[in-house]
């Protein structure tokens, strides 16, 4: 029952885009099951087979990313951070793996002294002195070494728990070809049955989101992130040049799909599309 399910699935999965749209193809399929004497039947099949469909993809998906996530944090809190805080407190080592981090530091440094100076100015701080400035900046210097450093170990962890998860994740997904099958097929039959209106929205809502004029910002907050993540340095040429070619990569991609696969399975979604985002 199941490997007959399953087959069923996959030719789904499979299908082609023939002349004839989808949906006129459905329509017709839709009166001929009517016709059919053991229609009965039949729906209550394809019931057992979606049902199948969902239930597979819904663990499947649970699965693939869940683990992943368990196996990044266990690895990191228990194998990692013991060795690498071990390795990192022995080793005469760097604070800063990267100049973006220096300049940061500095900055926040520079920052605290100007604030440092603007209290003392407004009556803030009684009896200032030299010293008393001196030790407040030190303070804080030591308080800056502490944190960046142990960004620092942080990034190297990262480094190596994400990789750890990389390679778990692409492993699920070449062990369990059958899985996968099927969940490329709920994703086809769950995203072409929608509406129209629903594709067009998704549609609009996706590349205004990834490569829309107001794109490039989220974009370079994103990147930023990732740098710090991995401790790498934050290179202002290298985020404006991924911000300046990958959106339209992604347009590309978007308006390649839209006429190449869209506009023969729902030509209606297509030109509501078109209306929506004029």
């Not at 804080?140 to 962890?157: G, M, R, T």
């Not at 099927?182 to 629903?198: H, M, P, R, V």
Request: glycine share 2%; net charge neutral; aromatic share 14%.
């Amino acid at each position: 029952m199941k490997y007959w399910n399953l087959k069923k699935i996959n030719k789904s999965a499979l299908d082609k885009t023939g002349v004839i749209p989808r949906s006129i193809s459905r329509l017709f399929e839709k009166f001929r099951k009517e016709l059919d004497p053991n229609a009965e039947e039949e729906a209550l099949e394809e019931f057992k087979v979606s049902r199948y469909q969902t239930v597979t993809s819904v663990k499947y998906i649970i699965f693939i990313f869940i683990t992943p996530l368990i196996v990044n944090q266990i690895a990191k809190s228990f194998i990692l951070s013991p060795c690498i805080n071990y390795f990192w407190n022995q080793e005469d080592h760097s604070i800063f793996l990267n100049k973006s981090q220096e300049e940061r530091a500095f900055s926040e440094l520079q920052r605290f002294e100007e604030k440092l100076h603007f209290e003392i100015l407004i009556g803030k701080i009684d009896k200032p002195s030299n010293r008393l400035i001196n030790s407040k900046m030190t303070e804080k210097a030591l308080e800056l070494a502490s944190e960046y450093n142990q960004e620092s170990s942080y990034a190297i962890k990262n480094i190596l728990a994400d990789f750890l998860s990389i390679t778990v994740f692409i492993s699920i997904v070449i062990t369990s070809k059958r899985q996968f099958s099927i969940f490329k097929s709920f994703i086809n039959e769950l995203i072409y049955g929608l509406s129209d209106t629903a594709k067009a929205f998704l549609i609009i809502l996706c590349t205004d989101m990834f490569v829309g004029f107001h794109s490039p910002h989220g974009w370079e907050v994103i990147i930023e992130i990732i740098l710090r993540h991995f401790g790498l340095p934050e290179s202002r040429d290298f985020i404006f040049i991924f911000i300046s070619t990958f959106p339209v990569i992604l347009d590309t991609i978007f308006k390649y799909w839209i006429f190449r696969y869209l506009n023969k399975i729902s030509p209606s979604a297509v030109a509501t599309y078109r209306n929506m985002n004029e």
